[in-house]
């Protein structure tokens, strides 16, 4: 412990990073990955649609847009306006590897938050320890995004420095010393310096990262009613807060619900039931006085695990409405301060 919070203190002054000088942000995790033979010549993520009875295999929900594919602009475009109409910020967006499909959608994903006013970061999945050695797969892949996106207008960045969010798979791939110096030789070899938003609600994560947030907060509210999620909310928004520190970015995480009941995952599932938008509406006020620097939402549009407020034909506006409610009352907020 001692050790790693020594290194953070080094990687702390090399970022510049303050709570206080932290931009409110309400950022959704955003899936850029599926296809379809339209656009891609081929289905990829969706199975076994059905446009006459609206419905896909592996997908809780219909989305209103129907089995899209990602990489077409006129579906991205309309993200990022309805997006911004409803107040989010940003994207955090699922990134897996040079040159994939994923990376492959990021450029006119970026063109069109530029376009909008929207900030765009990914969500660093996996160090791919089955190609090699994980850290330096981990600093190889970090440093393409810095080199290739990072200095793009619409990346998100504070005081001047791109942000990376790590996902959970990979914090455990490299473990915590293992992003420890991640970190420090993307920091030697791009001299701008990054900040990195680990996956991991914890003082010893906090040591480390820049900031922390957790992706799913499903395992603590399946089964509950509205009433017993904002209960829980209330306890435990300001308690991650605190974990985060005066000198940390500290996140809070909301969902509209969760559904993975049909990818086939071994029973019993974390279910959380939408209750007809009132999980969303319990969370959101609870989130907003818990004082974090940011909002994350899960998700945009993880239409699998059924915890997208894209507009469905079940559930249609309903939560992006509850979004403009209450996003613009968190952005208007002076930025979290800093403790001595």
Known sequence: MRKILGVALTVLALAGNGAAETPRQVLAFYYGWY????????????ENVDPKQKQIG????????????????????????WAKEAGITGF????????????????????????????????FETAHPD?????????R?????????????????VNGKPVVFVYGRAVKELGL?????????VHRQYPPGALFIGDKISREAAAVF???????????IAGKSAAEIRAWARKKFPQQVATAGAHRIACVTIIPGYDDSKLGRPAPRPITARHNG??????????????????????WNEWHEGSEIEPSAENGMRELRITAEFAPQFLAQKPRPAKP
Do not use: M
């Not at 010393?177 to 030789?185: F, K, L, M, T």
């Not at 319990?282 to 909002?295: C, K, Q, R, S, T």
């Open 35 to 46: 296809g379809n033979p339209t656009t891609s010549r081929r289905w990829i993520h969706w």
């Open 141 to 157: 892949d970090v440093l393409y995004l810095l080199e290739k996106y990072g200095q793009h207008p619409a990346w998100l960045k």
């Open 131 to 139: 190609r090699g050695e994980a850290r330096a797969n981990a600093v």
């Open 92 to 123: 955090i967006v699922t990134w897996w590897g040079q040159k994939d499909f994923h990376d492959k959608g990021l450029p006119a994903l970026l063109a069109a938050a530029q376009k909008t006013g929207l900030n765009i970061t990914v969500y």
């Open 177 to 185: 010393n293992g992003w420890q110096s991640v970190i420090a030789e």
């Open 58 to 81: 592996n997908s809780t929900h219909w989305p209103e847009l129907g089995a899209y594919d990602s990489h077409d602009p006129r579906v991205v475009d309309q993200h990022c306006r």
């Open 210 to 220: 820049d900031g922390v947030h957790t992706y799913n907060i499903t395992g603590a």
């Open 278 to 299: 009132d999980t969303y509406r319990a969370l959101w006020p609870e989130a907003v006085a818990a004082n974090p620097d940011w909002i994350l939402i899960t998700s």
